[in-house]
């Protein structure tokens, strides 16, 4: 007779060490006015992607990560101070002893939104339909004040805007901080096999 309930203690483990590791960064990442510090980045970057954001001021500015191994990787720092997000995704693909798996994060779905403030986000590459209002192009980096912890070294390319409007926008980020991360219908999937937001 076959054996009945029996957990494989390992397998689970394996699974639900991602899910464990993801909850706490949105946990985290939920707290009332905590900026995130300077901190090593993964080995590889994760997909976001975002049906629509509304944000009052945005800037750019050309930047450096470094991941554990001590290499340097060039990332484009985005901003934004107060975004308005809906049909919000962010998934990583991570390898494991049983092929890979995709951890998920959605939420702004349904009529709801996901509000961020201070948003700061090192960004490899991105595609996006674009309005900006207030745009200033080419400012000094260091000057930038739109989003509070976002400049870049002295006399290099800067931008930023009073206003921002993005659509079905698209990218792969090294890493990312925020003050406040609000998703009031936060869903949290693991899935065997690749399938990332796009």
Do not use: H, Y
């Amino acid at each position: 007779m076959a054996e009945q309930g029996r957990v494989r203690w390992k397998r689970f483990a394996v699974i639900l060490a991602p899910v464990a590791a993801v909850t706490s960064l949105v946990v985290g990442a939920t707290a009332q006015g905590v900026i995130g510090a300077t901190f090593v980045v993964a080995g590889s970057a994760f997909k976001l992607s975002v049906g629509e954001l509304r944000g009052q001021g945005f800037a750019m500015a050309g930047g450096v990560v470094e991941n554990r191994a001590g290499r340097s990787i060039p990332v484009i720092a985005t901003g934004v101070r107060r975004a308005v997000v809906t049909d919000l995704c962010q998934s990583v693909l991570v390898r494991t002893p049983l092929g890979p798996v995709t951890m998920r994060l959605t939420g702004g779905r349904g009529g709801n939104v996901v509000t961020i403030d201070d948003l700061v986000l090192d960004v490899e590459t991105g595609r996006t339909g674009a309005d900006l209002r207030a745009l200033e192009l080419g400012r000094d980096a260091a000057t930038l004040d739109e989003v509070p912890g976002l400049r870049g070294p002295a006399g290099t390319f800067g931008s930023q805007a009073s206003a921002v409007t993005l659509r079905d926008l698209r990218l792969s980020p090294r890493a990312a901080t925020a003050a406040t991360f609000r998703l009031p219908d936060l869903g949290l999937d693991v899935v065997r096999g690749a399938r990332e937001c796009f």
